[in-house]
């Protein structure tokens, strides 16, 4: 880590929660890390045993605070997460909509930080967004950097308004490339293929086109045209992906509506 730390303190022990607590062990973290969850999974629970956690521990004041619970949860556990944030506590919301200063506000504290993972980043191949107050210290920025690491890359410090659009595009996305699978197998269904065959072509064609795209030099609508011969087959079907009111009008009303609702999550 960028600079030492007494210990982690987890509060919200679900899928994003436990990816990086699965990603802080694997890694080697030396500190304590204590996990705070009202119904801990099997996983954690084996943690614990295992003396790799400690598992919903007496609450005291955190040296770092993650806090990995729904927005919606927020308001109903503040007295339970003010019991965790000290003169020192560093806080990192992982948490949709709730401003940093909103987050200061009712923790009590302006050492506030932001961060959009995505689900990829279960299996270490994901995309974390930071997003840091503009007084924050450097070695609060590199120290959260490093320790988002075991999610995969990590992108910022973004400024706040930059925040939904991005959180619209890479929190979002793995959603929008599940449902581009989803749809894929479906359609080839309905054009007489075995549904296991369609959703094996389907999901193998999405991660290997990612795969090629991350390997390439060449930006996506060039991969595009690479593929797609004039007057074939490819061709007819991107004429109607991308007709008016396809799939790129589409995708940014999509997004446009994804920063609304996180806008409207931050009462902003």
């Known amino acids: 880590m960028a600079r030492p730390e007494p210990g982690l303190t987890?509060?919200?022990?679900?899928?994003?929660?436990s990816a990086l607590a699965g990603g802080w062990i694997k890694s080697g973290y030396a500190g304590p890390i204590a996990i705070h969850d009202p119904a801990p999974s099997n996983q954690l629970k084996s943690w614990n045993d295992a003396g790799k956690i400690s598992l919903n521990p007496d609450p005291v004041p955190a040296s770092t605070l993650i806090v990995a619970v729904k927005p919606q949860v927020f308001p109903k556990i503040l007295d339970d997460l003010r019991a965790f944030v000290g003169p020192d506590t560093l806080v990192l919301s992982i948490m949709a909509g709730i401003t940093l200063s909103s987050l200061a506000k009712k923790l009590g504290t302006s050492r506030v930080a932001r961060a959009m993972p995505n689900t990829p980043g279960l299996v270490g191949e994901g995309m974390t967004l930071l997003c840091m107050p503009e007084d924050a210290a450097s070695d609060d920025t590199a120290y959260l950097q490093e320790l988002l690491t075991p999610l995969?890359?990590?992108?910022?410090?973004?400024?706040?308004?930059?925040?939904?659009?991005?959180?619209?595009?890479?929190?979002?996305?793995?959603?929008?490339?599940?449902?581009?699978?989803?749809?894929?197998?479906?359609?080839g269904v309905a054009h007489g293929l075995d549904e296991q065959l369609a959703l094996r072509l389907a999901q193998k064609t999405v991660q290997g086109a990612g795969a090629l795209m991350m390997d390439s030099d060449e930006p996506p609508s060039m991969l595009r045209e690479n593929v797609t011969s004039p007057g074939g087959v490819t061709k007819a079907a991107l004429d109607v992906l991308m007709r008016d009111g396809g799939m790129p009008s589409l995708m940014k009303e999509a997004v446009a509506e994804a920063i609304r609702r996180d806008r409207e999550l931050s009462g902003d």
């Open 152 to 187: 995969g890359a990590v992108e910022g410090p973004l400024g706040e308004d930059q925040i939904s659009a991005a959180t619209a595009l890479s929190g979002c996305g793995p959603a929008y490339a599940f449902l581009l699978a989803e749809v894929m197998a479906a359609a």
């Open 10 to 17: 987890l509060v919200g022990g679900g899928r994003m929660g």
